[in-house]
């Protein structure tokens, strides 16, 4: 089977999940677990939980000074997109703080030049005093095997104002909680029902832009309904599983995400394992369906899965 016959079967299976079509993101102040399982889990619609996480101590404290001052010394993966591509580069993260803080308020890229971003880094993990920060987590949102240690699971992010990244779904096909924690970005999302729209290349990128589509090169994505969201400092957007996102950093930003699965979310993900997927991401979806349905120990699994936290595809 061709990549082209591989990817259309794929955008035929996304666009086929019993996956609610939303046209709308609603915003709640205060939601119960079990609230948030039956209303927005289970049927699979997006959800913003307005100041969700505005009490926390993170939201107080984290600025590019603040991880300046308790993780500079780390090493991290920068990337920066260059025509199309992912290139990679490793900051010291006192000198990331201090390009971020020598930005100029509102200012873009030189002319011509690309942002270094710092995304899908497993800080967390790595300074555990970081997840300290984040007090009382709502834990029990996730599925058991992810509630114990949460922030070993969590991808971090802190960039300037302007980065962009391109429309994509996550790789895992799994739920997504997002905590905004300093300034703000904007998501364009659209419902998994609309992939066929939107110009999929490989596993999980698509060539339109949202922000300005180009409606003569692909004339389908009239037919799509994005929905636009902007996320602020203390609030906590959920995405269900193949959720397409574009995201826009509206100012120096800090955030981070969780990925996790269902027993649902992870058999329809390994169901797409012919489709196109990635054999890595077949694997950690593997692992991840060992944890959630098998119930095999963090202690044997997390190792394995570990490595998806720092993958670049």
Known sequence: MNATSSSAQADRFLSNLQY????????????????????????????????GCSDWAACKRWSPDYFDQVA???AVKVKTLESGRIEVSTWRLADYARFLIEQAPGAGPPSGAELPYCH?????GMVQSLAEDCQPFPAAFLSPSYRQHWWRYSQFFM????????????????????FQIYGAKRFTIIPPSQVVFCARRGWRWFDVDPEQPDYVSFPQYRQVTPVVVNVSAGDVLYM???TLHHVRSLSTSISFNIDWHTERSV???????????????VH??????????????EAITFPLYQPYLSYVN
């Open 240 to 242: 269900p599983p193949g």
């Open 72 to 74: 500079g010394y780390l």
């Open 267 to 281: 058999l329809d993900a390994l169901a797409q394992s012919s489709n196109g997927m990635p054999t890595e991401v």
């Open 120 to 124: 899908d880094i497993p800080l967390l």
């Open 159 to 178: 960039g300037p104002v302007g980065t962009v990244t391109p429309l994509h779904f996550d790789s895992l096909l799994s739920h997504n909680l997002f």
């Open 20 to 51: 609610a079509d939303w046209q709308s993101v609603p915003t709640v102040k205060h939601i119960s677990e079990r609230d948030f399982a039956e209303n927005y889990v289970d049927p699979t619609r997006p959800v913003l939980l307005g100041g």
């Open 284 to 297: 950690y979806n593997a692992v991840a369906a060992l944890a959630v349905i098998a119930k095999i120990p």
